[in-house]
């Protein structure tokens, strides 16, 4: 079980909001949260939960400026259960002495198992065990099992299981400034001889959430009625019960627990059903393990397991931080959120950090979902063509035509990007240029098209994607300018993914001119988006042009676009990351490592120096590079031909070489790009990053970020790169392409991948890859091997030596 | 364009509901309500529009019974404007004389049209014109443009245009006891120079719905800014406005309107929304225009184009009809509410008779939108769905396994099926069995089939449809008893759909022992649920018999069953409609007729009477039909051999015959079976009882219940009739089967269908099937015509000479 159980000894609360962030429950619809350090100091007091996409005016001022915020709120708590003896006080982990603490979070089953032992002021030694699940197959439903057991005396106890919506919005630091109270009171009291119900509605956004838990009390592993007392008070209800134990009579609470809100679907009113769906529920024992089922059918589809070689690291393996991964993927998008109006936050369901916006993750996210289950897939860009209207508004505001997909995406999909941000270094706010990443769109458009690749699923594309697309290439058309002296289009006064350049040097007006990564992503929608036009049925071609008023005109322009749009070079043949990036001084990298270690967050580090990144060769992340990961050598160099530039292949390693030296990686997204394009160049390097990739929340690399939620891109990316890096897989021209190559580190690697409604099984190791088709929607199914195309019947397994 | 816009001269407050109801714009996200009769009184204060699924406890006591209802709610009415001479009265259509007054619908643009001419009491001739739409692209948006003509004189005048949430539930006369007051005021007031906006919150599901208004004020056509006076109260905002008008300077007023909810995907908070809505909107020209587009984009799908030959009926031709009947449809179920958790309720979003609650109407509207937009379909069958718990939890509750869907279906899935009606006759109210309706399961399988043979959607049926029919057969299953002494299954204490019968005569104990219908759908759906498990890829079907926890064995007792359920038969062959029913005695038709007249609700008559239905040969709707209806001759010959029951297709016309005459035609559904059951072998008879059907609504035919709501079962029932019984259209073995024979009333019939991703472009006539391929998903498309499969590329038109 190594490979599937996190592990945690010891209590420090310092640790306990990482920790709680990296055990986090939930399966994409709530999830508990990432524990603020002084919550956790109040040991069996878990966290509560978060409910995301309930945005609102919520104004609070900050530097003079209203900002509007209620985008993820911190759902009531649920979890509130304690003990005391009679007239003593209740169990607080920072008042007592920690013999031992074992947390346990079992990833194949989903459960999250706690061992303490303390010792109180009296010399009393008491072991508490306890194990919580939030459900897999009945989404609205968690349990919390917990079990008391005095080892060295007995007597009377109270036990206090409370419902708390009381909680407020303070897990992250430097938002505590911020306004924090999102709920208020509706209701809360006994609803039933075992149940208490509350109900509380976010302040700005009116949305209800409702909460019912069913408590049943157990002497020695016999139900026992223990006489009960109920208090309520606004937004706060609580049981107490009374029992005597012993050591021979330990006791165990089983709180059942259902949360609905008024944004569910199927519901009269969300208090009604969520006291009628705790009623109904099983025990305990039966949900934990019909919650196990529901984890066991999806590690079927979801896992990818790796086995490294002796050498490996003994305590956090590889394999296990992947599988922690996965599951934290699923805990954020699973087939309970297919159904919702939900995207894909930076930080997942797990913290409050950028609070719950929804940034380009889903790049990252997708391909896992993708091969696994698109109809995930399919929900959240139906997430984004909901929010197109709004996309469409702004473009227009900002004077352009098309869809304007912002950087930092509300929940009813307007720009929340900030204008402002805090350098705690210097304590001084610094202006965000973000918004001026325009890039959001294209990389909409690409998941469009990858999810059509990946599906065929035509109906999506004529009923969704291809309006969307269409949409976001008359953006591009919009932005670009033309250059009558270059006979080039351009794109000027953008932000790239590298947030560390947002102007030229010493200039007061932000954006760059023509971003690379910019550029030729704007160049492949509007080449592409006329290939997903051409995909649709004549009939729906013509309608679609009829609704958007599309000419053929303006396709043709487009076309031309495609063919003209700008890049810079610089040296012989290198990719500048924008016009002017030749022009910027080179960067004293050994100095700046010397004397403040990390450069992280290079940007606050040049900012209390009173410099600007912006004079210098460096990046956040090397946003060219992102390129390489997105587009095999083939796609590029064919998007360099279409453009009218040479491209040779021998550049590539050159050019992500050039780009690495230059890379502070202050995002976390940069480390699985860098070991992607490495993958085959240098893959000892690149198995480097990847393993530090792995690191980023286990290992907490940027210093206390993962306690602010967990990164789900980066997450995503490592699971993505042992998908199709290692395995070589590709879609292109219909078919499936395979041409494994496993980093030394690895000997084996097993994974399932769906494809266009096959679904096949792959091993690979160094001497072999393995193939069988575990299901065919049509009697053949074919894939490619390096250059050639094999066929495979349903049940047919095939083995290709390497 | 008389075929495509219903005209009503003169006004006539009797008649103003049922003309609303025929009238109504929405486009299934927010549809305009007939009118309650007192509130057409009122002129231009036009009547509102409702949300629907808003379930809820709202208990009103009832003969001693807590009713508990909100699952339809009169939303505020955007509607209202009048006009006044400053200190005279508002404009009220009782108080004036009425010199003419015209009403069109424009089924093409979807836009209603009114012009008034009024006489006031000083003897001044008005001209009052109005355009209104609710938007077909944009479907939160509506928008109203009225003129106000001085024919024959000049002044000041004063106009005032409202947002009023007042309004309550009182459209259906024998609910008026109940509570009808289902919202409460949150906020209203002015929001900027020239919009208002309304927030109102429902009582018990606490739904957010919230309104903005935008008025401009246009003299002789051009915008003045007249001034604005702003009255707001709780739950009312009203602007008023002078301006001095005259024969040569009318006055123009455009409304435009944005309606949210809480419940709306996409939204920060619906108040915010709505004004965000309506600030971006284009002015009404614009707005009339795209919406006109939208419209036409639909038919371009939709329209089903009959002509009739010279002797039809001029006035209201079935082409007309037909499209009306199409145009309802579409207001209630549309591309819109794809996105959205709503059902089909009986009489659409149209009237607030049925409360809105769901019952079995999606099995006559399913089959047009299967062949147009099976997306539709799809998301109805979610609908569904997503409400299996709810099902799973009462068929638990009353002892059985699986799925009970319920006969009255409440927001949350819940049933809502009455235990009591009024009989308006006697002033007694009678005890309503009808929940005992368990059938509504069986069509929802049935429907999954189709929509899957319509598709060939796989994704669908793995992941949500073999769920569903699965439980659904354990339900039939569980449900079905072993009779030792006949070597036969048998289900007892249920009703079929024909109401009239719910008990053997004389009996207390209510239900009925092998109805006809109900026992073969259960046949059917133990059958056909191996067969839809088996079309699952291997590892889903491992994966959803381990979620259920289905074994072989049960599987193969579904077998046993589906082989060995009882059918009952008298006379020669005659399939008794249930056990018992040859004993009953046999109506005086004759009788009855020539005393009361209509037999429409004949239980009524009886239990004025004293006597009961159930003593009787007769039927509210033959459902023994229902099977002709649902099944072609070679599936019951298949279904009934199964059974082990011999069958002569020669003894369906005697069926048929027999049962027809004994049926009241009580419920709007019938007249559709009776005329589809009689296509082929009496085609004048069931020609008649077509255009009887055409008439349901239009001519009121039940006297009274068309400004109630109209009957979109009905509706929908001769648009499917022309479209699969004229056409001979038939799914069999993976081939769409035709088989044309119009009815002699008929010269020729045009429409589109779409099957498995083709679509094709049919024309019948009496010489001749025409047969263009208009989009092909495959190189070639396979129909078949009577016994022969033909091909077609895309592009291509064929001629087959009938």
């Not at 159980?5 to 055990?23: I, K, M, S, V």
């Not at 915020?69 to 007239?87: A, I, K, M, Q």
């Amino acid at each position: 079980m190594k490979d599937w159980t996190l592990r945690y000894e010891g209590f420090d609360p310092a640790q306990e909001g990482r920790r709680e962030a990296l055990c986090t429950l939930g399966n994409g619809y709530f999830a508990t949260r990432g524990a603020a350090p002084e919550a956790t100091a109040d040991g069996l007091h878990y966290p509560g939960t978060y409910v995301a996409g309930c945005y609102n005016r919520l104004t609070t001022e900050l530097a003079g400026r209203a900002v509007e915020h209620e985008d993820l709120v911190n759902l009531p708590n649920w979890l509130p259960l304690t003990f005391r003896t009679p007239g003593g006080d209740w169990l607080d982990l920072r008042s007592v002495e920690i013999l031992s603490y074992v947390q346990e979070l079992d990833l194949r089953q989903g459960v999250l198992s706690r061992t303490v032992r303390v010792k109180d002021r009296e010399g009393r030694r008491t072991r508490i065990e306890s194990r919580r699940l939030v459900h897999m197959r009945w989404p609205h439903l968690g349990a919390l099992e917990t079990t008391l057991i005095p080892e060295s005396w007995e007597g009377p106890i109270e036990l206090r299981a409370a419902l708390d919506g009381r909680v407020t919005n303070r897990g992250v630091q430097r938002y505590r400034d911020l306004a924090h109270q999102h709920l208020v009171p509706v209701e809360s009291g006994s609803v039933g001889p075992d149940t208490i119900a509350l109900k509380m509605r976010t302040t700005r956004s009116e949305i209800g959430v409702a909460q019912a838990a069913r408590t049943r009390v157990l002497l020695d592993g016999r139900l026992v009625s223990a006489a009960r007392r109920v208090q309520a008070e606004p937004g706060y209800v609580a049981e107490t019960f009374s029992a005597e134990v012993g050591p021979d009579r330990p006791l165990t609470v089983e709180k059942l627990f259902a949360l609905y809100t008024s944004r569910d679907p199927a519901i009269t009113e969300c208090g009604l059903e969520a006291r009628t769906a705790v009623a109904r529920a099983d025990d305990f024992e039966a949900l934990r393990q019909s919650h196990a089922q529901a984890w066991a059918r999806l590690w079927q589809r979801f896992d990818i397991e790796i086995e490294e070689n002796d050498s490996a690291d003994g305590d956090l393996p590889a394999a296990l931080v992947l599988r922690l991964h996965a599951f934290h993927l699923l805990q954020t998008v699973s087939p309970h959120t297919i159904d919702l109006d939900v995207g894909v936050p930076a930080r997942g369901l797990h913290g409050e950090a950028y609070r719950g916006h929804v940034f380009w993750d889903e790049l990252f996210v997708f391909p896992f979902a993708n091969f696994r289950m698109p109809e995930i897939t399919r929900s959240l860009l139906r997430y984004r063509h909901r929010r197109l209207g709004e996309a469409l508004a702004a473009a227009r505001a900002a004077g352009y035509s098309g869809a304007m997909y912002p950087w930092q995406s509300g929940s009813n999909g307007r720009d929340e990007t900030p204008v402002l941000f805090l350098n705690p270094r210097s304590g001084r706010w610094m202006p965000d240029h973000s918004q001026l990443q325009r890039h959001v769109g294209a990389a909409i458009a690409y998941n469009v098209w990858q999810y059509y690749q990946a599906t065929a699923d035509a109906e999506f594309l004529s009923a969704y994607g291809a309006e969307m697309v269409l949409e976001i290439a008359r953006f591009w058309a919009s932005l670009s300018t033309y250059n009558e002296d270059l006979g080039r289009y351009e794109i000027l006064g953008v932000m790239g993914p590298d947030e560390y350049h947002d102007a030229d040097p010493g200039s007061d007006r932000p954006g760059l001119r023509n971003n690379a990564y910019t550029n030729l992503m704007a160049a492949w929608v509007l080449w592409r988006a006329a290939d997903m036009l051409q995909a649709l049925p004549h009939d729906r071609q013509r309608e679609l042009c009829a609704t958007l008023g599309l000419t053929p005109e303006e396709i043709s322009r487009w076309n031309e676009i495609s063919r003209k749009l700008r890049l810079v070079f610089h040296g012989d043949d290198l990719l500048s990351q924008f016009e002017g990036y030749e022009q910027l001084e080179e960067f004293d990298w050994d100095s700046y490592r010397r004397r403040y270690g990390s450069l992280y967050r290079l940007d606050f580090i040049l900012e209390l120096e009173g410099k600007s990144p912006n004079r210098y060769k460096l990046s956040k992340q090397a946003d060219v590079l992102m390129l390489f990961y997105l587009f095999s050598a083939e796609e590029l160099g064919a998007l360099f031909e279409r453009l009218g530039y040479p491209f040779d292949p021998a550049s590539i390693p050159r050019t992500i070489e050039y780009y690495l030296r230059r890379a502070a990686r202050g995002s976390s997204l940069s480390r699985v790009t860098d070991a992607w394009v490495l993958a085959r160049s240098d893959r000892r390097r690149s198995w480097h990053l990847f393993v530090e990739a792995l690191r980023t929340d286990v290992a907490d690399i940027q210093g206390g970020t993962t306690a602010e939620g967990i990164h789900l891109g980066a997450m995503a990316g490592t699971v993505d790169l042992v998908q199709r890096c290692y395995t070589g897989l590709e879609l292109r021209g219909d078919v499936l392409w395979l041409n494994p190559r496993l980093p030394d580190d690895l000997r084996r690697l097993r994974l399932s991948v769906r494809y266009r409604g096959h679904s096949l099984e792959l091993e690979v190791s160094h001497e072999a890859l393995t193939v069988s088709a575990a299901r065919c929607e049509m009697p053949v199914m074919k894939f490619g091997l390096r250059t050639e195309v094999h066929e495979l019947t349903a049940g047919e397994v095939k083995v290709f030596p390497l």
